[in-house]
């Protein structure tokens, strides 16, 4: 387990300096786009496989106002599940990839916050009822399909999952806005959060999620992801009935009809 000051970040560079070491191509011209790029930035550099380094914030809208074919790759860092269209920003990725060009993905899915979810449904339950309070997320194989969707090639997608530590229930709701985690649904509640119904979150929380020192849990699920443009050099799939060996010769099993 983590403390929560900056080991989640950490965590996140250190993965990304992994995944890049096991790419054996080197990008001339690369964008990184991340709300704080500093750590991030020094694993690119790190990993020797970047020549050109090109820095942006995540948009305030939905346009990321990429230059067609401008980049040999893009790498997004824990900012796309805040996107209010995701399928359209990656779509934008895509076109600003030249022909086989590689998009590295990392954004929070899966079960992230499940426990910070579940503090405030038993809040609001025993209030004024339960409204959305901590944003949706994203799922393994609801990503793969939108890559695909989006004109992706070859797309892989794996979860990290992770359990960060915090002081306080009040020191995690702190961290959920710093990573935009809080709700941007039409559907949540308008009205301002009593503070009966955060004393009661928190209270939850506490009493369902926390370690012997007192310290709580969080789960953070991260999904990485990588994809290419499409490129007629890359590997393509084998068409239906071009095959040149039985499978029962493939696995070298005997053919009970023979």
């Known amino acids: 387990m983590r403390q929560a000051d900056r080991a989640l970040a950490d965590h996140l560079a250190a993965e990304l300096a992994d995944r890049l070491s096991l790419i054996t191509r080197r990008f001339d ?11 991030y930035a020094e694993a690119v550099a790190a990993s020797g496989r970047v020549g050109t380094l090109t820095l942006a914030a995540p948009p305030e809208n939905d346009d990321l106002a990429l230059p067609p074919e401008g980049f040999n790759a893009i790498i997004s860092m824990a900012d796309l599940h805040t996107a209010n269209d995701l399928p359209g920003q990656l779509i934008q990725m895509r076109r600003a990839l030249k022909p086989d060009g590689m998009a590295l993905i990392a954004l929070f899915g899966g079960d992230t916050l499940s426990e910070l979810r579940q503090s405030w449904i038993a809040a609001d339950s025993a209030g004024h009822g339960a409204a959305p309070r901590v944003a949706p997320m994203v799922e393994v194989r609801a990503l793969g399909g939108l890559l695909q969707r989006a004109g992706f090639a070859l797309p892989v997608i794996d979860a990290d999952r992770q359990t960060v530590r915090y002081g306080d229930a009040l020191a995690l709701m702190r961290e959920v806005k710093t990573f935009g985690f809080a ?3 039409s559907e949540r509640a308008r009205c301002l959060t009593t503070p009966a119904t955060l004393a009661r979150a928190a209270r939850h929380y506490h009493e369902n999620y926390a370690d012997a020192d007192g310290r709580i849990r969080a789960t953070m699920e991260v999904l990485w992801a990588i994809a290419w443009a499409p490129d007629e050099s890359q590997p393509k799939p084998a068409r239906p009935g071009s095959a040149t060996m039985r499978l029962a010769d493939a696995l070298k099993a005997r053919d009970v009809g023979d």
Do not use: E, R, S, V
């Not at 011209?29 to 750590?39: G, M, Q, V």
């Open 183 to 185: 709700n941007p649904l």
């Open 29 to 39: 011209h690369a964008l990184l786009i991340a709300a704080d790029a500093t750590p």
